[in-house]
């Protein structure tokens, strides 16, 4: 299956969307959430892209692909590749997932998605409700009926190793896939079955 790439977005459509976003990181006074050259982070890059946060429309838009009668309480949201944990922490301030957990290879921003979850929290006790963890995508292993979202973190080779360790607890328990700038859905939509595809902003939904 191929799926075309829309590398031309509008602007108008770019400076709506960034304004919504700096709205809510400027309201909750986030930190890092300008985008960082892999080159600067403190990992080997490998395949690995650039970190920069997701626009908040774009996991609006990603949910509204999911069944509408899906109950979200039944899963738990992992967010692969997460940086400095804003993504995770709009997924918690606007949709009611069982739990919420953040991984990023990079110390640097999971330090720095720590110090949003306590700014979002207002120094009170933060909600056990979400985590974020240092981790390579390579050695992960899901154990949770998940909604996995991503935002274009890596390749296809990393991509197919996370895939290879996680497909058959992700099909047993009909766990489902958002993904945002989704450069190798081409490649993975084998994995399962694709519910929907934006082709304007490139956001793909599989159910696995
Ligand atoms: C485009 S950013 C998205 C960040 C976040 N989801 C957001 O929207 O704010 C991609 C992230 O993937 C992370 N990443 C890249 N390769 C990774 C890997 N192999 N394992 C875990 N995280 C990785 C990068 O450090 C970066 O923070």
Not at 44 to 59: A, G, L, P
Not at 61 to 77: A, G, N, Q, V
Not at 100 to 128: H, M, Q, R, T, V
Request: glycine share 4%; proline share 1%; with cysteine.
């Amino acid at each position: 299956m191929n799926f075309i790439h829309n590398n031309s977005i509008d602007r108008k459509i770019r400076i709506e969307n960034e304004k919504f976003n700096n709205r809510w990181i400027n309201l909750n006074k986030f930190v890092c959430y300008q985008s960082i050259s892999k080159n600067h982070l403190d990992f080997d890059n490998f395949d690995s892209t650039e970190f920069m946060v997701v626009w908040f429309k774009n996991i609006d838009r990603l949910i509204k692909m999911l069944p509408s009668k899906l109950d979200f309480y039944e899963y738990s949201l992992l967010d692969v590749g997460c940086g400095s944990g804003i993504s995770t922490l709009y997924f918690l301030q606007n949709y009611q997932f069982k739990s919420y957990l953040g991984f990023d290879k990079s110390k640097y921003l999971i330090c720095n998605a720590e110090k949003n979850k306590e700014i979002f929290f207002k120094g009170k006790d933060p909600s056990s409700k979400i985590k974020f963890e240092v981790c390579d995508a390579t050695n992960f292993k899901i154990n949770q009926k998940s909604i996995v979202f991503m935002f274009n973190p890596f390749g296809l080779k990393t991509m197919e190793k996370f895939f290879f360790n996680n497909l058959n607890f992700l099909k047993k328990s009909s766990s489902y896939f958002l993904y945002a700038n989704d450069l190798c859905i081409s490649s993975i939509a084998q994995y399962g079955t694709i519910l929907a595809r934006d082709n304007i902003y490139n956001l793909s939904c599989i159910k696995f």
